[in-house]
C-alpha cells in the first residue's frame, strides 16, 4: 500500500528557496510572482487578478471569501488590493520557517 503524501504548502519552499537563491534571488523570484498576479493595467494585485490567477497557485478551489481573505492579510493601507511590497512581505509572513533558517542573517 503507497503512502499517501501531505499537499506541500507554501512556507515549505520559502526557506529552500533562499538557501538556493540567496536574498536577492528570492526577492526576485517574489516580484515575478507578483508580476504574474498583478492586473497590468493597476499594477496591483486585485481580487479580480487574484481569482483570475488563482489555479497558478493551485489555489483553484478556493472560494471568493478566501481570496479576499487573502487580500485583506497582506493589504497593509488599505486600499483593496496589493502593491508589489504588500504581496513581498505577505509571503515572508507566511513563512514561519523562514526566520528559523537564519536566510537573512548577515
Known amino acids: 500500500m503507497a503512502a499517501r503524501r501531505q499537499p506541500v504548502e507554501f512556507e ?3 526557506p ?3 538557501e538556493k537563491l540567496g536574498e536577492e534571488g528570492l526577492m526576485e523570484e517574489l516580484s515575478n510572482g507578483f508580476r504574474l498576479l498583478m ?3 493597476r499594477g ?25 481573505a487573502m487580500l485583506r492579510e497582506g493589504d497593509s493601507d488599505g486600499d483593496g ?4 511590497w ?16 537564519h536566510a537573512f542573517a548577515a
Open 16 to 18: 529552500l528557496m533562499v
Open 44 to 68: 496591483l494585485i486585485t481580487f479580480d487578478s487574484l481569482k483570475r490567477n488563482a489555479a497558478l497557485l493551485g489555489l483553484g478551489a478556493l472560494g471568493d471569501d478566501d481570496l479576499r
Open 81 to 84: 488590493a496589493l502593491s508589489q
Open 86 to 101: 504588500e504581496f513581498c512581505v505577505l509571503m515572508v509572513r507566511l513563512s514561519p520557517d523562514l526566520m528559523d533558517h
Open 12 to 14: 515549505d519552499f520559502l
Open 39 to 41: 492586473d497590468p493595467r
